[in-house]
T-cell receptor, first 112, second 111 residues
């Protein structure tokens, strides 16, 4: 996964709980993309961040979802009050100067 | 609305044959084109990228770009069962930083 780290790899939450997904981009990189992939569907862009700044959050649902990338530490995608429809694989990707994106292993969220 | 279209498949190809995957895009200003492979339950991994019209070869893989016709294809020679996966096409325009993703083509290589 080109050094892109995500954790946890699997996350189980009950409806109404909060989910926190973490992503560390490739070493020395300061931008991340977050994507969601529902079962048997394509990748859906959610948000693009650089450290301490949200560049584009046009793909984020208006409610319950938020993302941050602090100066220190990983990027975090936060889902409040999860519902069954949030069950999906969430990937982060680390872009390079040539626009290539390298993906982390993903977090599989299951909402019971 | 910028779009990238792929045939969802499944595309079934016998082992040893050439697999041909196609992708069309709507944004004529697109500059960069990417092919990713995704195994079931795994994350997408980059196969290759292409920027210029024509062919680009890397081992058994060849990407073909035709900007005038707005399509990009991926050829896999000597297909192996391990090539069975979903292949994602992604395109970047010149106006922003987002990649626009196709829904993917499922490829099955039959032994």
């Amino acid at each position: 996964n080109a050094g892109v780290m995500q954790n946890p790899r699997h996350l189980v939450r009950r409806r109404g709980q909060e989910a926190r997904l973490r992503c560390s981009p490739m070493k020395g990189h300061s931008h991340v993309y977050w994507y969601r992939q529902l079962p048997e569907e394509g990748l859906k862009f959610m948000v693009y961040l650089q450290k301490e700044n949200i560049i584009d959050e046009s793909g984020m649902p208006k409610e319950r979802f938020s993302a941050e990338f602090p100066k220190e530490g990983p990027s975090i995608l936060r889902i409040q009050q999860v519902v069954r429809g949030d069950s999906a694989a969430y990937f982060c990707a680390s872009p390079t100067s040539t626009d290539t994106q390298y993906f982390g292993p993903g977090t599989r969220l299951t909402v019971l | 609305q910028k779009e990238v279209e792929q045939n969802s498949g499944p595309l079934s190809v016998p082992e040893g044959a050439i697999a041909s995957l196609n992708c069309t895009y709507s944004d004529r200003g697109s500059q960069s084109f990417f092919w990713y492979r995704q195994y079931s339950g795994k994350s997408p991994e980059l196969i290759m990228f292409i920027y210029s019209n024509g062919d680009k070869e890397d081992g058994r893989f060849t990407a073909q770009l035709n900007k005038a016709s707005q399509y990009v294809s991926l050829l896999i020679r000597d297909s192996q069962p391990s090539d069975s996966a979903t292949y994602l096409c992604a395109v970047k325009g010149d106006s922003n930083y987002q990649l626009i993703w196709g829904a993917g083509t499922k490829l099955i290589i039959k032994p």
